[in-house]
């Protein structure tokens, strides 16, 4: 494979900007070697600048629930494009879309356009602190919530492979206010709460973790977990800046049956483009400025391009509730082939999916808890993930990710994928 170019614009980038890229994970750093400089997407493909053709499955992170470019998501955007960019006004666009999600997600009354799902969670940590006039909250070990400086304790995705737990930078006063549990343990949730009685204003959490790779919260676990806020009056925050509209048009609500407070989103929602949400009770919401007295704002937050790409990806859910059938099918076909594989070679990675997410961790054992992921062989993982590659397959570039499956995957995709996975692992293992 050359990758000559993509490596000279590497070394170009690493000057002059840091670690030459403008997201840590998409450095390689945890898998090494370079990273590759992508020059084009469509479906279920990516082309770099040296010409190689990849089917992958990184979908952006997770935006790209239709693949890579979907016509009809193109086609709203070059229309949208004539009337301007941005004005800084209201829309009736962003009426629209509000109402569309709050017509698909039933826990959302309310809700507020930003620009990334960092800045969702940063804003509903703020409304549910404001709420109830409480300062601390907790978090899950292995869960990301975005950069936010009070997130990035024992954070999960980049935090997590780059070895920082707690990033320099992050004051103690910042942290202090920061209580970690364990994800799926609701005892460690209780001994939190009676610590530190009537002090806690959220619980954050990713229903479905994706950025210790895919671990699934037990339904026990989530029901104890809305039963224990309701009791202490604390804010139950669902981040599904991953998991909103990618599980289900409900987004992981639709498969626990259980109404968070709050929710945060991003990714699907924006279409591709930088967006992001957070939305809930409207007791709740309308303490957001300027309705309430907490502040936040953003120049351009419901910006009209990215809502345009937004409303066309949530339009279409709505009009093709069919399409989680077909993401489902597609993704469980990817697990049975993978897990032959491993049979045929006498391996029981664990293979965790949810939907149309999957991490296959390097690890023989049940990854039920961040405690059992990072057990997984992150050397294998930078191995197989090389190997892959070499087969014209692009998956995340780190073991504790999802990776995603979209629409646009085809048969033939899934089966080239399958009989990468058999070589790559034979080759490794
Ligand atoms: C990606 C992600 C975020 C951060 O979103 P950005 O748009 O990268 O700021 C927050 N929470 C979860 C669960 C995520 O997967």
Known sequence: MNTIRSANLFEEAKQIIPGGVNSPVRAFKSVGGNPLFIEKGKGSKIY???????????????????????RFIKDALIKAIENGTSFGAPTEL????????????????????????TEATMSAVRAARGYTGKEKFIKFEGCYHGHADYFLIKAGSGALTLGIPTSPGVTKGNAADTLLADYNNIDSVKR????????IAAVIIEPVAGNMGVVRADNKFMEDLRNICNEEKIVLIFDEVMTGFRLSAQGAQGIYYI?????????????????????????????IAPAGPVYQAGTLSGNPLA??????ALTHIKNHP?????????????????????????KNFALNRVGSMMTLFFFEGNVNSFQAAVKS?????????????????????????????????????????????????????
Do not use: C
């Not at 509000?98 to 990334?116: F, G, T, Y």
């Not at 407070?261 to 309308?286: C, H, Q, S, Y």
């Not at 989680?324 to 006498?346: I, T, V």
């Open 48 to 70: 770099d600048v040296d010409g190689n053709e990849f089917i992958e499955y990184i979908g952006s992170w997770g935006p790209h629930l239709f693949g890579h470019n979907p």
């Open 94 to 117: 962003e009426v629209k879309i509000a109402k569309l999600i709050i017509d698909l997600v039933p826990s959302v009354e309310m809700i507020r356009m930003v620009n990334s799902g």
């Open 192 to 199: 939190l709460v009676k610590a530190n009685k009537n002090e």
């Open 259 to 287: 109404k968070p407070d709050l929710v945060t989103f991003g990714k699907i929602i924006g279409g591709g483009l930088p967006v992001g949400a957070f939305g809930g009770k409207k007791e709740i919401m309308e303490i």
């Open 307 to 312: 809502m345009t790409a937004g409303y066309a």
């Open 322 to 346: 069919e399409v989680y059938d077909e993401l489902e099918q597609k993704s469980a076909y990817l697990e049975m082939g993978f897990k032959e594989n491993m049979k045929k070679l006498r």
């Open 377 to 429: 062989d992150t050397t294998l993982f930078g191995k197989y993930f090389h190997e892959m590659l070499t087969r014209g397959i692009y998956l995340a570039p780190a073991q504790f990710e999802a990776i995603f499956v979209s629409t646009a995957h085809s048969n033939q995709d899934l089966d080239k994928t399958i009989k990468a996975n058999f070589e790559s692992l034979k080759g490794i293992v």
